[in-house]
């Protein structure tokens, strides 16, 4: 790989779900790796069982003997924007004079050596990629993708081929990381004003998104409602749902509660496609990942199955239990225009049922940023409980919290509730279809939740 140095790579952050998916890449090719996490999880007990050095203890005499006493030169340092600079861990390597890279600037060396697909966008990139990584596994095309997420079909955030012809990257705009990317083609599913702790305006956030098109030599999709922002690229392709152009899906309907549907592309008219992932905002991540798939090689045929064997996201409207007394679905969704694709997804496929979401506000600054359109999506749910900001990087801001934010949703059935006794609290309310909502430390209640409504709610 183009700018490698060294045979050993350690990771500071190496449990987080992108620093996980190169720990494994570099590991698949040989190299020796180690790293450091906060906590342990699922993620740092696969990385251990494939023979990656983890360690929770951020004393540098934590480090791994091989690495700590290696010669400055042969250790490559990655770390994750969050780790902050006055970590002992990055302290000790910067003393050392080790070359210490961002995990952007590593995925943009691995996409110089083969034909790119990067998919960004402020939400939808992670449903996108993994269904584009798929649906070419299905097709036969061989690819290395790199995921936001656990792909349900695998059980892993990154899938890896030898012999890949191509990889599949997400594209994330935290710290601007997507403009270190070397990208043949892209998808651009949406451009919602976020992480405004990093770009300040929204203009500065279309600004970087405009950076990254540019690096795009080779087809740029685009959905509809943001084409405006595109209008100077010769590159550019639309989709949506409903569009009068191609690539687009008509003819949605839901059939045994899955949805179908036409694609129509410049080369193809595929009738009564069915998706495997709900969600009718899936149905639109669909086109943009089945277009790509289709220019990549993927037969129409090996096409209709992979959309069909597509098991989504772990936490992507995931449902994780749906009997004839309740249903229950966790979702990542953080920002105000996701909370309302889940919501409205859910209204869809459960008409006339009460619906009871759980949320998990994620950042002091995104809760305070974007209150009133958080306010507003929430107010669509018919119970909302809504937990404590998690901070992740973030320290608290006076005034900005759980309670603040409930005052402005404007419902009545609304209560504010404690990480700790969301299960008691839940033990005793009656419920009928539940959504958990959110991108901090709520995944942690997703299992205890799950056991709680199998108890009480056994078929």
Not at 281 to 295: D, K, M
Not at 393 to 417: T, Y
Request: include cysteine; charged fraction near 25%; hydrophobic fraction near 40%.
């Amino acid at each position: 790989m183009k700018g490698m140095t060294g045979n050993k790579l350690y990771f500071i952050g190496v449990g987080g779900i992108g620093m996980s998916g190169l720990a494994r890449y570099f590991r698949r090719r040989g190299a020796d790796v180690a790293g450091y996490d906060r906590t342990p999880s699922e993620l740092t007990n696969q990385l251990m069982a494939e023979g990656v050095d983890v360690h929770f203890n951020e004393d540098p005499l934590a480090i791994p003997d091989e690495f700590r006493n290696a010669p400055a030169g042969e250790v490559m340092v990655v770390r994750t924007p969050a780790v902050p600079v006055s970590s002992p861990l990055l302290k000790f390597w910067e003393e050392r004079g080790a070359r210490i890279l961002k995990r952007a600037d590593v995925l943009g060396m691995i996409t110089e050596d083969r034909r790119t697909v990067a998919v960004a966008g402020t939400h939808g990139k992670t449903t996108v990629s993994t269904m584009i990584a798929h649906l070419l596994t299905v097709g036969k095309v061989r690819c290395n993708a790199f995921l936001g997420g656990i792909a349900a079909n695998y059980g892993t955030n990154v899938l890896l081929n030898d012999d890949a012809v191509v990889n599949v990257v997400e594209a994330d705009e935290y710290d601007r990381s997507f403009l270190k990317l070397c990208p043949n083609e892209s998808v651009i599913t949406a451009m919602d004003p976020d992480h405004l702790d990093i770009y300040g305006t929204a203009e500065s956030m279309f600004d970087a998104y405009t950076e990254f098109a540019i690096l795009c030599d080779g087809p740029l999709l685009v959905h509809e409602r943001i084409a405006k922002h595109f209008e100077e690229r010769s590159n550019v392709v639309t989709y949506a749902l409903g569009s009068t152009g191609l690539p687009r899906a008509e003819n949605l309907r839901v059939v045994d509660g899955a949805y179908v549907f036409d694609l129509f592309t410049e080369k193809h008219d595929l009738r009564d496609l069915r998706l495997g992932m709900p969600g009718r905002h899936n149905v639109e991540n669909a086109i943009a990942a089945s277009t790509v798939a289709l220019r990549l090689g993927v037969t129409p045929e090996l096409l209709r199955q992979g959309l069909n064997s597509f098991r989504g996201v772990a936490r992507r409207f995931e449902t994780r239990i749906r009997n004839e007394r309740v249903v229950y679905i966790d979702d990542y969704a953080h920002h105000p225009k996701e909370l309302d694709a889940c919501i409205g997804s859910v209204r869809e496929m459960y008409p006339g049922r009460r619906i009871t979401g759980i949320f998990q506000p994620h950042l002091f600054t995104r809760t305070r940023d974007l209150a009133g359109d958080f306010a507003k999506s929430l107010a669509a749910l018919d119970e909302l409980i809504l937990l404590d900001i998690y901070p992740a990087r973030e320290e608290p801001i006076s005034g900005i919290d759980a309670a603040w934010l409930l005052e402005q949703v404007p419902m009545h059935a609304k209560v504010n509730c404690s990480h700790k006794d969301l299960i008691e609290f839940l033990g005793k309310k009656d419920l009928d279809v539940l959504v958990t909502l959110g991108a901090g430390d709520i995944d942690r209640l997703v299992m205890p939740i799950e056991r709680l409504l199998n108890e009480r709610f056994r078929p």
